[in-house]
C-alpha cells in the first residue's frame, strides 16, 4: 500500500469528502490485508494507530477534537516529508489558522459538524 493512498484518504476526511464510519472500514479493509503477512511495514503501524484513535473516540476515551488533529498532525508530517500540499486548518477559533505549505486542499470545519452531531 502506497502512502499516497493514506493520506489521500486522510485529506477526504479532512475535507469533508468521507465521515469516520467510512474511515473506519477502509481502515480495516487495508489492516485485514496486511495483517497477513508477518512483517510489520510503517504504513501498518500508521493505519493500527489510527484504527486506535477512532475506537478511542467512539468509546469516550478521546474526544473527536484529538482525533482530528491526530489525523492533522499525520498530514502534516507526510507533507513536510514530501512538500507537496497546501492545508489551511482552523483548529481552534474562526481566527486562527494553521497552514502546510505546498499545493491545496479544501478543509471542512469539523468542529461545526461535531457541534450539530
Same mark, same amino acid.
Given at each position: 500500500m502506497e502512502q499516497n493512498k493514506i493520506l489521500e484518504l486522510l485529506k477526504n476526511l479532512i475535507s469533508g469528502n468521507i465521515q469516520v464510519e467510512e474511515l473506519s472500514e477502509?481502515?480495516?479493509e487495508w489492516l485485514f490485508d496486511l495483517? /497477513? #503477512?508477518p512483517r510489520?511495514?510503517?504504513e501498518? /503501524?500508521?493505519l493500527s494507530s489510527l484504527e486506535l484513535f477512532i475506537h478511542e473516540a467512539r468509546e469516550g476515551y478521546r474526544s473527536w477534537n484529538e482525533l482530528y488533529e491526530y489525523v492533522i498532525s499525520i498530514i502534516q508530517q507526510f507533507i513536510s516529508e514530501t512538500n507537496s500540499t497546501t492545508i489551511i486548518l482552523n #483548529?481552534?477559533?474562526a481566527s486562527e489558522l494553521v #497552514?502546510?505549505?505546498g499545493g491545496s486542499v479544501p478543509?471542512?470545519?469539523y468542529r461545526a459538524e461535531m457541534a450539530l452531531a
Open positions: 477502509i481502515i480495516d495483517r /497477513q #503477512t510489520v511495514i510503517p501498518q /503501524q500508521l #483548529t481552534e477559533a #497552514t502546510i505549505s478543509v471542512m470545519d
